[in-house]
């Protein structure tokens, strides 16, 4: 059965920082002639799914979104068919839903969400004092 499952969500304050997982199962991240770019998102209620971070199959390329540049690392590792997303000096407007998703490899990655494929079921980030 495929899955992505994610992780590490939870209340945290002004300035603090949080480490998302993403674990993929039934399917490899990176298999021979099927390789598959991760992409993180989040979602308010009320609002369109945005775009956070994304990379390549290999993990040798990334893409982040302007309001996160200087706070988010996305990262993976194939081995745990695991994806991170490192999140640091979190601010209030970083609260949201955070998904990851699936989409299979291109030469471009892309933040946007109706590219990809296959999502998981969230996990909620607050970010309040």
């Known amino acids: 059965q495929v899955q992505l499952v994610e992780s590490g969500g939870g209340l945290v304050q002004p300035g603090g920082s949080l480490r998302l997982s993403c674990v993929a199962s039934?399917?490899?991240?990176?298999?021979?002639?099927?390789?598959?770019?991760i992409g993180w998102f989040r979602q308010v209620p009320g609002n369109e799914r945005e775009g956070v971070a994304a990379v390549s199959s290999s993990g040798g390329r990334w893409l982040l979104a302007d309001d996160v540049k200087r706070r988010f690392i996305i990262s993976r590792d194939n081995v745990k068919n695991t994806v991170y997303l490192q999140m640091d000096s979190l601010k209030p407007e970083d609260t949201a839903v955070y998904y990851c998703?699936?989409?299979?490899?291109?030469?471009?990655?892309?933040?946007?969400?109706?590219?990809?494929?296959?999502w998981g079921q969230g996990t909620q980030v607050t970010v309040s004092s």
């Open positions: 998703a699936r989409r299979r490899s291109e030469y471009s990655l892309s933040l946007r969400a109706e590219l990809y494929d296959f």
């Open positions: 039934g399917f490899s991240l990176d298999h021979y002639g099927t390789r598959y770019d």
